[in-house]
């Protein structure tokens, strides 16, 4: 069953021997403690939560679900859990997934009616012998597995969806300092385990039945625990298709420090996507040290750090800056 949840590392890269990870990290100044990073303003109370879970015995794995739940159950954030913007027909449709110093994956893509998504995802991970489930499906899995049907469509999301409909704007990504979209949160116990979440209800007005990098494993998130961890935020398409967090990890194996894989790969994304100017793209990564890193498009990329008893909201470096 392990072997079948493993998600592999990409051959084109190479084998990497246990001399390239050392290289990794041998030169890295290491951070003691518990350490919790996370995407955008809402990941301040999404890593206080986090932390508390660790401090209070659970494990990595549940420090970054419990983290992600506080903001999915937020309905005052429009793009997360309850309260999240609907896709051009009307519908909240949420994506996931988590990831354990196991390597296990558990995703949830086109889930509608359920608040948190990331623990449907857990439960797919610890109960099955899958990685994703979609769609009907998912949800029929997380009713059989008692979570509670709700209605995730709010009065100030409706209102907001019909005045954007009567002004028939069409799905495109919004670039501003108020696109918080994707919650990424990865986190290192006092043990040095690695885990991280993903959530997300996706871009404003999307075609109904898009799914976009949030819920797959490698593009909105990747966990390594030899390596280190990273978690994407923004324009979905172009995360996926250079499978973003995978490669910010794959290259902090390789000897790039976290700070340093981020910004390769937004680099790469702009050289790769033709419409990189008018997108936001943003990475958090954590290596196994301690060490992190966060890099955008745009600027207005922000990210939250708890580490050594504080908890930082810190404004990400950018490719452009349009402040």
Known sequence: ?????????????????????????????????????????????????????????????????????????????????????????GHVTLDACIMDERQRCGSVAFLQHIENPVSVARRIMEDTKHVMLVGEGALNFALRNGFEKKVLLTEKTLTAWKKRKAEAIASQPEINVENHDTIGLV???????????????????????????????????????????????????????????????ELMRHGRTPQQACEEIVNRIAKKFENWRNIQVG??????????????????????????????????????NNA
Not at 35 to 64: K, Y
Not at 195 to 212: E, P
Not at 291 to 315: M, R, T, V
Request: aromatic letters at 6%.
């Open 283 to 320: 990475f958090i990564a954590l290596n196994k040290a301690g060490e992190i890193g966060a890099f955008a498009i745009q600027s207005g990329f922000s990210y939250a750090h708890h580490s050594g008893g504080k908890n930082q909201l810190i404004k990400s470096t950018s490719l452009l």
């Open 187 to 249: 986190a290192r116990n006092a043990d040095g385990n690695l885990a991280g979440a993903c959530t997300t209800s996706g871009v404003a007005m999307k075609l109904h039945g898009r799914v976009g990098d949030s819920p797959i494993i490698g593009a909105g998130l990747y966990v390594d625990n030899d390596v280190g961890a990273a978690a994407a935020t923004g324009w979905g398409e172009a995360v996926l298709e250079n499978a973003g967090s995978a490669m910010v990890v």
């Open 1 to 89: 069953m392990n072997s079948r949840r493993r998600f592999l590392s990409l051959s084109t890269l190479g084998t990497v021997s246990g001399f390239s990870t050392l290289k990794a990290f041998g030169q890295a100044k290491r951070v003691d403690g518990p350490i919790v990073l996370s995407t955008w303003n809402s990941g301040i109370p999404a890593n206080n939560r986090a932390f508390q879970v660790l401090q209070e015995g659970g494990s990595v794995l549940d420090c970054v679900e419990k983290g992600v739940n506080v903001i999915e159950s937020d309905p005052n954030n429009r793009t997360v859990g309850i309260g999240g913007f609907p896709d051009e027909e």
